[in-house]
């Protein structure tokens, strides 16, 4: 049966597993650069460099491939894209030249206000093709591949597509790849009482790329993706599903907060490693 | 227009607790200020007030975590009463942009100049100290557009060869504060007699003419 992931998706090169750069492990970093395959950068840290950031970026670029991690492009704008943002975020991503880099299916700003983190967008077929446009708009000027990740929330605005398809939707429509955060699927999956795998199997997973794992905590009954401790269990388990359905490019270790020591995410590093040299012979199967 | 208007809304329901409350209080009215349709009105019902509120919370602590990184002797002393002052400068400005973190701090300390009566004196001079190379570094950056000057090492070398070392923190200095390289600019300023203003521009032309 012939595969169904794109071709373009199945000529980028296998990067391992990496961590998501940040400034407080910087040194560790760059010591321990063997046991790290690549890094995810957050594009917006590198717009408007000063000299440090542009040594610091030329550095990292040397040593490690890089992937551009946008936060706040607001693809989900039904106003449109912010020019200027796109300018900025374009000759960051542009100078690196990365194998693909990656955004969110969500709205961060809506005309001149900033919401401050990834909000959810209305599952509608009007707003697919509102970030489908932007998509296209955003292609114009960075023609590195791109990959869109499920974010996590609190709260949702309906629509008449569920999750699942309205993900395939934007994927399948725009031709982007998936950088499926299985922690935020996880988070969600609970928040909102659902079974994490049935929502894999009705995405087109043969379309990610790339994954992010990480963990979070409760408050106030509500599973949070803060980035703040080890992966959980069930994020290993959906890994190792991932894994034994489609041909994983890359994944990151996204620490964010209460970071420990290095040598505990140099351990998650390995562990996903463990699980990623295994692909294709893997037999995963959830009661 | 119709999903722009819905994205207008919930955004403010996001950033103002007073939108919430106006929310709660009569949907429709609400919806009727952002001229949503019908159909958007339906979407809107699916918005649980209690996991709204949750999220609002939300963006303001990362907000404030954010801000942490460039007070943090402010943060590790005053902590409790830089929360209370936040939430309610929070409501009153957004930051936007690529560099939005720096501009809500920078932001931050001025509401605290401002709203000064009832904020600690020794919470606004530290954070005032805090915050000052981080005002001028910001300003420059955005006056300068030193991002164009991407050969940093040619510029380093032609720049120490022209004013005998003297440029070396400027350039080498991987965090380089403005006021490092005020100090040693201003010599250089004074020697070609420029005025005090041009500052600016000379590290324009230093840049961008070797």
Known sequence: MPSLTPSWIQKLPSLGVGIGFRKALKQKIFTSHTQIDFLEIITEHYAQPSFGQLQELTRLNKIFPLIPHVLGSSLGNASGLNPQYLKEIASVINAIKPLWWSDHIAITSTGNLDIGHLAPLPRTMEMVKIICENISTIKKKIKYPLILENISFTHTLGGELTEEEFIKEIIERSDCGLLLDLMNLYANSQNFHYDPIEFLDRIPIERVVQL????????????????????PARVWELLEYVASRTKIKGIIIEWDENLPAFDRILTEVKRAKKIL???GTLKVSFA | MSLQSLQELSTALYLSSAEREAWKRNADVTANKYSLDNSDKELLKNLNPERLRFYADSLKSKRFNEIAQFIPETMKKFRAE????????AESYVPIGCKKVVADSLSFGEFLKVANTHVSNSLTELIKQELAPWRMNFLLEKQS?????????????QANRYLGGKTKIIFLNSESRPFVFSAYIHPAIFFLKLPFSSVIYTWRFIAISF
């Open chain 1, 212 to 231: 992010h794992i990480i963990g979070g905590h409760w408050e106030e009954g509500i599973l949070v993706d803060s980035h703040s401790s080890a992966p």
């Open chain 1, 277 to 279: 040299s295994k692909q």
């Open chain 2, 82 to 89: 830089l929360w209370q002052h936040f939430q309610e400068y």
């Open chain 2, 145 to 157: 557009n030193l991002y164009k000057a991407s050969k940093t090492t040619f510029y380093t070398i």
